[in-house]
């Protein structure tokens, strides 16, 4: 099972873009961009080349089909259906953990698939924010650890990979038209995920 067992200080996190809010934040951003800015649902917002009500209506990203062609190509021992005995995760499997970023944002989600002995150091800037999440971020009062909390922040999951193998996955991951970027690694710590920059 990929559990999150093998995960090492040194290992590399990979995130990769969200397309919106997916199914988390709705009672805040309902608040910033209806009761604080006053939107109503039909406005257009220049920012985001959209309505409000259309850009909080997007289509969450499905991440499904990208993760099973990872796991096929770098982590075949721990595929349902593998010709191994031992379906269980081993040194040659690159791929660590997967988080998906969904409610409690980095800060809950992450520590999830972490051991107890390593944290995650997360490089706030390393990926382009989405314009919806520039706006909440703008306009929204919010202190940007709750933010990070909250939101995905532009990024719907992360994907925990040894580091040999960080830029050759990356590599595979644009090929697949997703978008995604380093964005941090893994430390020594007590299961934590940090936000820094």
Not at 150 to 173: C, Y
Request: net charge positive; hydrophobic share 40%; glycine share 12%.
């Amino acid at each position: 099972m990929l559990d999150g067992k093998t995960i090492r200080p040194g290992d590399m996190v990979i995130g990769l873009a969200s397309s919106g809010l997916h199914t988390n934040g709705y009672s805040l951003a309902r608040k910033i961009f209806f009761e604080q800015m006053k939107l109503k649902p039909t406005n257009r917002v220049a920012e985001l080349g959209n309505t409000i009500g259309d850009e909080l209506l997007k289509v969450h990203v499905s991440y499904g089909r990208l993760i099973q062609a990872l796991l096929r190509k770098f982590n075949s021992n721990v595929l349902p259906g593998s010709r191994r005995k031992d379906r269980r995760q081993d040194a040659s499997s690159p791929i660590n953990g997967l988080a998906h970023i969904t409610g409690g944002g980095f800060v809950d989600n992450i520590p999830r698939v972490l051991p107890k002995n390593c944290d995650v150091v997360i490089r706030k800037g390393s990926w382009e924010m989405l314009p919806i999440f520039q706006i909440i971020q703008a306009k929204g009062g919010v202190p940007e650890d709750e933010l990070y909390q909250v939101f995905n922040m532009g990024i719907g999951m992360t994907i925990i990979i040894s580091p040999e193998k960080a830029d050759s996955t990356l590599r595979f991951i644009h090929a697949q038209r997703q978008r995604a970027w380093l964005i941090g690694e893994v430390v020594r710590g007590t299961g934590r995920a940090k936000l820094v920059g």
